[in-house]
């Protein structure tokens, strides 16, 4: 039977903006992406260009979509609280008598700026920090709307609001100011009301900082307070009245169409995988999910479970109530840097070119090429396991600092091993290190979680670092329990947002517009099944990596394992020594 039913999904990452165009079995009828910049208006197009792409590709008609649903990373968006024109956050912008054409009003989840006030927000000893890990971000909201404060003109500030870029997108396509927990919980420092007293807002940890606007406002500018000011949805309830007739235009679909409340790209990850069944499994449930990890990596990677209660793990973020289904608790750990770190090893070293060159002859691309390189060095050494052919080379990942499970911004990378060596063939040892060490932080974030209360028992992975096999069969190996590929590696979190649409539109026909917050968690409980079941109808089955690594290559893991831990021990050691010696 032909679907009668399609959702779209829109994703904006960090370099890109994707639209997947979904039916209502979970197929991909037709993708498109275009290259974005830190810029509101631009990224706007580009999802308008890709939604219209997928339609006209696939020549379904607009009336068969039933609802859309919005996924971005944690970045910062800046707006006039007033007719939702953007607001640059660029420093030179702001003294200058003519604005410009194509602002920065948009603060990259990576940009490190905020420091400082990140560390200030750690010298309060609130009771948020307890639900973030312990140890707040920069890479945050809040730092970074601190550091607005600090250094952006009062009367612009204060004219200003603050989105999270999901929330941005659902305010951009129906003119709702309506919020999503997960956004909120996940990186606005917004504990949900009645956790430990909570009220929402923290108006003391605010006024501590510095930002005591936002809260004699109300908290207007970040989202508003919950029955109040404010109203905050769980993922996929419906918002407002669903697209505008401005954005349903804009983006090729009819007014009215329903918009799924949205949620952070790693987190539509975890919707669009973890109800897959895995091989000889028929069916998933719910109660499931508390033992598969989502691993969504790409530049970064998140590192995302959820439990039926809260448990806390330092280091790793969380835990958040209502970040998906409403009651379930869930943590996040990182890496900072994994796609962009293998390609920053490979792009630093001497013979970089000649392998690219290389590739290009051989019509491969140099990922691929490196795993070929480095099966012919282990044939032609006679070693029965390539990770024996870098036994003497350890590489320490966080070159971008830590976010789990150490939450230490000023670690850094370490290379101990090298050579005067130029040749490719070198690359492909350091480039094997590197992936090593990846798979070696991922089981330490994963032992934390399970010493700390998770009952994690294997991994389910999406973004676009799946199609690295070598790297996916080290990360079985080294983590020892078994890793599922899902059925599309490159749609994955687009499908999750996808889900989301479809579970806005079943909500949608249940009852009129959201419009209070009684009604918003009355309605969340309620919905709880039927997203399960959308995941459940949408979610194709994909292939499972088991652990295979011999006695003697667990035995060399186990080594480098300790190693990497010693590694962290060396490091900070080595900097308070410095420290020391140089404390007047």
């Not at 609001?161 to 100011?177: H, I, N, R, V």
């Not at 396991?385 to 966080?398: G, Q």
């Amino acid at each position: 039977m032909a679907p009668t039913n399609y959702y779209i999904g829109v994703d904006v990452g960090t370099g890109s903006a994707r639209a997947a165009l979904v039916a209502d079995d979970g197929t991909i009828v037709a993708e498109s992406s275009y290259n974005v910049r830190l810029s509101l208006p631009f990224v706007w197009d580009c999802i308008s260009k890709a939604c219209k792409d997928v339609l006209r590709d696939s020549k379904i008609s607009n009336s068969l979509v039933r609802g859309i649903g919005f996924d971005a990373t944690c970045s910062l968006a800046v707006v006039n609280m007033k007719d939702g024109s953007p607001v640059s956050v660029s420093p030179n912008s702001w003294d200058s008598k003519t604005s410009s054409s194509k602002p920065n009003d948009i603060i990259l989840w990576a940009d490190h700026r905020a420091k400082e006030e990140a560390n200030l927000i750690n010298s309060t000893g609130s009771m948020v920090l307890k639900y973030v890990g312990g140890t707040m971000s920069l890479e945050m909201e809040i730092p970074k709307v601190l550091w607005l404060k600090k250094h952006m003109p009062k009367e612009i500030f204060d004219s200003s609001m603050f989105f999270d870029l999901p929330d941005f997108l659902t305010y951009k396509a129906t003119g709702d100011m309506a919020r999503s927990n997960c956004s909120l919980a996940c990186k606005c420092s917004y504990v949900p009301p009645g956790v430990e007293g909570s009220e929402g807002w923290n108006a003391e940890l605010f006024r501590q900082i510095g930002l005591e606007s936002l809260v004699t406002s109300d908290f207007k500018q970040v989202g508003g307070i919950p029955g109040k000011s404010g109203l905050i949805l769980t993922a996929g309830q419906p918002v407002g009245k669903g697209l505008s007739a401005q954005a349903a235009s804009e983006l090729g679909l009819l007014e009215g169409t329903a918009v799924a409340s949205s949620v952070i790209d790693a987190y539509a990850g975890w919707v669009g995988t973890v109800a897959a069944p895995m091989e000889g499994q028929d069916t998933t449930t719910l109660d499931d999910s508390r033992h598969r990890l989502a691993a969504i990596a790409g530049t970064s990677t998140c590192h995302i479970v959820q439990s039926p209660e809260a448990v806390f793990v330092p280091g790793v973020w969380g835990p958040y109530k209502h970040a998906i289904f409403p009651g379930y608790w869930m943590n996040e750990g990182g890496q900072s840097s994994t796609g962009q770190l293998l390609d920053f090893m490979v792009d630093t070293h001497p013979a970089a070119e000649k392998l690219k060159a290389l590739a290009k002859e051989k019509g491969t691309n140099h990922f691929s090429l490196l795993t070929e390189i480095l099966t012919n060095m282990a044939k032609d050494r006679k070693v029965p396991f390539v990770s024996l052919l870098t036994k003497d080379l350890y590489l320490y990942p966080d070159l971008h600092g830590n976010r789990s499970p150490l939450a230490d911004n000023d670690m850094r990378g370490m290379l101990i091993g090298m050579q005067l060596d130029k040749t490719i063939k070198d690359l492909a040892l350091r480039y094997y290190a590197t992936g090593e060490a990846i798979a070696l932080q991922t089981r330490q974030i994963i032992d934390e979680m399970n010493a700390n209360g998770h009952d994690i028992k294997c991994i389910f992975m999406s973004g676009g670092l799946v199609k690295n096999t070598f790297l996916m069969s080290l990360i079985a190996d080294i983590c020892n329990i078994p890793v599922q590929l899902p059925y599309s590696h490159s749609a994955s979190v687009v499908l999750g947002s996808a889900m989301l649409g479809a579970a806005a539109y079943v909500e949608s026909k249940n009852g009129a517009a959201i419009t209070t917050q009684a009604d918003a968690e009355a309605r969340s409980f309620g919905m709880k099944d039927t997203l399960w079941k959308v995941m459940l109808d949408m979610s194709k089955p994909g292939t499972t990596v088991m652990p295979s690594a011999s006695p003697r290559e667990l035995k060399l893991l186990a080594v480098k394992y300790s190693i990497f831990k010693e590694c962290i021990t060396l490091q900070r050691k080595w900097r308070k020594d410095v420290a020391e010696a140089l404390a007047e």
